[in-house]
T-cell receptor
Framework: DAKTTQPNSMESNEEEPVHLPCNHSTISGTDYIHWYRQLPSQGPEYVIH???SNVNNRMASLAIAEDRKSSTLILHRATLRDAAVYYC????????????FGQGTELSVKP | DTGVSQNPRHKITKRGQNVTFRCDPI?????LYWYRQTLGQGPEFLTY????????KSRLLSDRFSAERPKGSFSTLEIQRTEQGDSAMYLC?????????????FGPGTRLTVT
């Protein structure tokens, strides 16, 4: 399984944008890039996913590099509720869609 | 939409006892996954089902672990002869095929403590 690399932790101020980076230099052509987050004492929560093009949804935006070897999750205005561990994961239906979690990035948001 | 539910939410057991956890996925979701998470680590994949068929088991899943999804709806995860190293949060997730990528919805987990 292709691996991802993320910073262990990041800090942000409330109401400011946050850019969470992820490197996945060994990504294969059919891997989708998924982001999940896990708030304290909860199960992981789906955030967004994409293949090649940038994606937007109500929670976040996903910017994917042209060579697909890296991506960035963008939270446009961080709130205190966004404090969580964010996981960048490569997944594909051919592998059953299973998620292989790394350590993730722990995001703290300061008021 | 009631979401994924898991029972019990907490379980304390003595070493050597058997335990069983239940997961009720979102209705009509055909895939169901089990993960295990220890403190400070990301979740680890254990096994998954497509309908009632168990299609993959991780090498992490020793012979003491067994999972079933008898009618393609709810699933159970049983651990026999529990060990202290089994203490963890056991997470269940379900998904519905909408293309080549499956968005997973997670339950709140069952926290197991083996004393």
């Amino acid at each position: 399984d292709a691996k991802t690399t993320q910073p262990n932790s990041m800090e942000s101020n409330e109401e400011e944008p946050v850019h969470l980076p992820c490197n996945h230099s060994t990504i294969s052509g059919t891997d989708y890039i998924h982001w999940y987050r896990q708030l304290p004492s909860q199960g992981p929560e789906y955030v967004i996913h994409g293949l090649t093009s940038n994606v937007n949804n109500r929670m976040a935006s996903l910017a994917i590099a042209e060579d697909r070897k890296s991506s960035t999750l963008i939270l446009h205005r961080a709130t205190l509720r966004d404090a969580a561990v964010y996981y960048c994961i490569l997944s594909h239906d051919q592998r059953g869609g299973k998620l292989i979690f790394g350590q993730g990035t722990e995001l703290s948001v300061k008021p | 939409d009631t979401g994924v539910s898991q029972n019990p939410r907490h379980k304390i057991t003595k070493r050597g006892q058997n335990v069983t956890f239940r997961c009720d996925p979102i209705s009509e979701h055909n895939r169901l996954y089990w993960y295990r998470q220890t403190l400070g680590q990301g979740p680890e994949f254990l096994t998954y089902f497509q309908n009632e068929a168990q299609l993959e088991k991780s090498r992490l899943l020793s012979d003491r672990f067994s999972a079933e999804r008898p009618k393609g709806s709810f699933s159970t995860l049983e651990i026999q002869r529990t060990e202290q190293g089994d203490s963890a949060m056991y997470l269940c997730a379900s998904s519905l095929r909408t293309g080549l990528s499956y968005e997973q919805y997670f339950g709140p987990g069952t926290r197991l403590t083996v004393t």
